[in-house]
């Protein structure tokens, strides 16, 4: 276990790949439990456990149904448990890191341009996707600059999926309200404000915990 956490240290940190891990769905399955406690421990304080559960088990499943898909089209379907274990158990260390940002933080620091979380979540974001363009990298043998172009495409469109499908609570709660010649935007307890920097955090926590 040991040994299997320093190999899921290393793709984090991008000084190994996913072809150096262990063959097998047991190295798969441990990285995959790694991602779902950590992923719900990371957005647990915004979404609630329940929430975070559902949003972990649909993120993980269809990240690993595009991973399978994509090797299958590839003919490297062989390399399926290193490459979802690998980024699955990788992902947990940037899921830790988050945990301090969305533990402590207010709840409207989201929007705070002043707010030190905001350097933070960019951090985690590129962290993110640079992890992401790694594993790609290594697993379909592709050049950097197109793994990486892959990776921004792929987080890009997939956490507008998981936004569409589980909306933040912030959102969830609004009601659009239509009166005659105007539309009032409300919630059930507090009026929500939509900064460009939501957005970003949307993002930046969807690459977080791939």
Known sequence: MHELLRHYFNIAFLMGKPQDLPGGD??????????????IMAVAVPYGVALAAMQAILDLAGTGFIVWLALRQTGRLARFAQAFGGLCGASAF????SLPIYMFRGPSSATDAADGSVLAEFVLLVWGLSLLAHVIRHTFEVRMTISVLIAFVYVLVWSSVIVQLMPPPALAQTEVIHKSDNTELVTSSHTVSFEP????ELVARSSTVL
């Open 26 to 39: 047991a190295q798969m399955k441990i990285g995959i439990a790694l991602a779902f406690v950590t992923y």
């Open 94 to 97: 940037i899921n830790l890191a």
């Open 197 to 200: 920097l939501a957005t970003f």
